[in-house]
């Protein structure tokens, strides 16, 4: 099976390379992917997949059917792209002004309908069911929410997902087990002072002190009352507040984010948050408000998924090409979403070149190596193949 699939992404190469630079060169916001939806749902509907459009908004679903009596394994990529100005100057350039796929999510279509034409050409040979997810809105950690909201997820049993990586060299693909990405959420808090004459602060409730006070407490206090092995990353953003130059300010908002990796940090992270707010405030006499919205979870692979990716890869293409990553990101990625459902795993796919710098995602200068998406091709593609004959077996 792994040579006919390697033969066949082969094969594909050119027509991959043109779906690529074609979503490339017209990106759009999230929530807004209409052109690239549509587009997407043509290609797989010419493979001969069941297409499902307009899911989770702009979200596509296409499945390949074999047996209601055996596993189903889904395969999540994303679509949209960032308000970005691109730089890089590639003949496929955006066309759409000050919108870039600087995150790499053309690529990451391109994989999941590079996969769907493999796998459709190997459907006698498929021992399970193959859904492709293909989600809208990844940038603001919304679209995972959608599709699940509209059911994407009924009926799976395990799901994969991939993210490239600049900072490892294309033909690369990066592995980790556990714990891969960081719990996302959102801080707001509101401090109410009372307003009064910038010479006189004693007459006073000095909001914007009191705000330092508690920004310079909330990040003293993670050394010192939180696990250190359970790290934590709290940043605060944005501070609006004031009237004037010489008016203490009686109001100030202050708006952030929380990042954290293990579960039970996660869960406690808003009443820790407000207990230190309400000792600070309740010392120099403000009073306050805390918003704590939760993002999206931290990303956990599943080891039994994980072990067969690597199975896979170390098949496909030898120990030299595999890249176990040994730290989590304290980034975030609503594929977490997905593994609330079923288990699941994301890997991370080389696209870094050799020979020139290799600029960050979120970058105007973004650029991928593009030799990587017969790796990710494959590398999906086989991995799906076997984790369906394991699990079908049994």
């Given at each position: ?114 996969t769907a034409m493999i796998l459709s050409e190997l459907t006698d040979a498929l021992p399970g069911n193959i859904r492709f997810i293909f989600q809208p809105a990844e940038e603001i950690a919304q679209g995972a929410r959608w599709m699940v909201d509209e059911g994407v997820m009924d009926g799976v049993d395990a799901i994969l997902g991939v993210h490239v990586l600049p900072s490892i060299p294309a033909r690369t693909v990066g592995i980790r087990y556990g714990a891969l990405t960081a ?212």
């Amino acid at each position: 099976m792994l040579s006919q699939i390697k033969t066949l992404a082969e094969h594909l190469a050119p027509r991959l390379l043109e779906i690529r630079r074609h979503i490339h060169a017209h990106p759009e916001l999230s929530g807004e992917e209409y052109q690239t939806a549509a587009y997407i749902a043509g290609v797989i509907s010419s493979c001969g997949l069941h297409v499902k459009e307009s899911v989770g908004k702009t979200g596509v679903v296409g499945e390949l059917l074999n047996s209601s009596e055996s596993k189903t394994l889904a395969i999540r990529t994303d679509m949209d792209a960032l308000p970005i100005t691109e730089l890089t100057h590639l003949d496929f350039a955006s066309r759409n002004s000050g919108i870039m796929h600087a995150c790499g999510h053309d690529v990451h279509a391109t994989l999941g309908l590079g996969t769907a034409m493999i796998l459709s050409e190997l459907t006698d040979a498929l021992p399970g069911n193959i859904r492709f997810i293909f989600q809208p809105a990844e940038e603001i950690a919304q679209g995972a929410r959608w599709m699940v909201d509209e059911g994407v997820m009924d009926g799976v049993d395990a799901i994969l997902g991939v993210h490239v990586l600049p900072s490892i060299p294309a033909r690369t693909v990066g592995i980790r087990y556990g714990a891969l990405t960081a719990a996302a959420d959102e801080l707001e808090i509101t401090i109410q002072g009372e307003s009064g004459h910038g010479a006189r602060p004693h007459e006073a409730i000095d909001a914007i002190w009191i705000a330092a006070q508690v920004i310079t407490t909330l990040q003293q206090a993670i050394s010192r009352t939180q696990n250190p092995l359970h790290p934590i990353v709290l940043s605060i953003g944005k501070i609006e507040g004031g009237r004037a130059y010489n008016v203490i300010a009686d109001r100030v908002k202050m708006y952030g984010t929380v990042r954290s990796l293990n579960s039970d940090t996660h869960e406690n992270l808003p009443q820790w948050i407000e207990n230190l707010v309400l000792s600070v405030c309740s010392t120099y006499g403000a009073k306050y408000e805390v918003n704590y919205r939760r993002g999206v979870p931290s990303v956990q692979n599943d080891p039994t998924l994980t072990k067969i990716l690597e199975s896979a890869c170390q098949e496909a293409w030898g120990s030299d090409l595999i890249k176990i990553i040994d730290e989590p990101s304290l980034g975030a990625e609503d594929f977490s979403v997905y593994l609330e459902k079923a288990n699941g795993c994301m890997f991370r796919l080389g696209v870094g070149k050799s020979e020139a710098k290799n600029y960050p995602l979120h970058h105007p200068k973004f650029e991928v190596d593009e030799a990587a998406i017969i790796t990710g091709v494959v590398t999906l593609a086989y991995t799906a193949y076997k984790y369906l004959l394991l699990t079908n077996s049994k």
